[in-house]
């Protein structure tokens, strides 16, 4: 059974910093695109950043220069290192592990709050 947990969402105030972690159990994790994604109240739920297996990352346009994905391999972890938030980033962020390719699978994480204040 696999299973994403996250952790180390909270209240912070606008300048700030969190790291967000993602553990997987399972067999998933080494062979998985790994990604962050948030959703705000009254929004869709969007990409933040993902990193491939082989490392390639990928961010969106608002998180770029603030925002740092990693993954390690051995603790089937993922990291999210969020700098200099703003009042826009507040939402619930989201764990995914997915593989497009045979055979496809997609999970997700039950969601940790982030909440920055101004």
């Known amino acids: 059974q696999v299973r994403l947990v996250e952790s180390g969402g909270g209240l912070v105030q606008a300048g700030g910093t969190l790291r967000l972690s993602c553990a997987t159990s399972?067999?998933?994790?080494?062979?998985?695109?790994m990604g962050w994604y948030r959703q705000a109240p009254g929004k869709q739920r969007e990409l933040v950043a993902d990193?491939?297996?082989?490392?390639?990352?990928r961010y969106a346009d608002s998180v770029k220069g603030r925002f740092t994905i990693s993954r390690d391999n051995a603790e089937n972890t993922v990291y999210l290192q969020m700098n200099s938030l703003k009042p826009e980033d507040t939402a619930v962020y989201y764990c995914?592990?997915?593989?497009?390719?045979?055979?496809?699978?997609?999970?997700w994480g039950q969601g940790t709050q982030v909440t920055v204040s101004s």
């Open positions: 995914n592990a997915q593989q497009l390719r045979f055979p496809r699978y997609e999970y």
């Open positions: 399972g067999s998933i994790f080494s062979g998985s695109t």
């Open positions: 990193i491939t297996s082989g490392g390639s990352r």
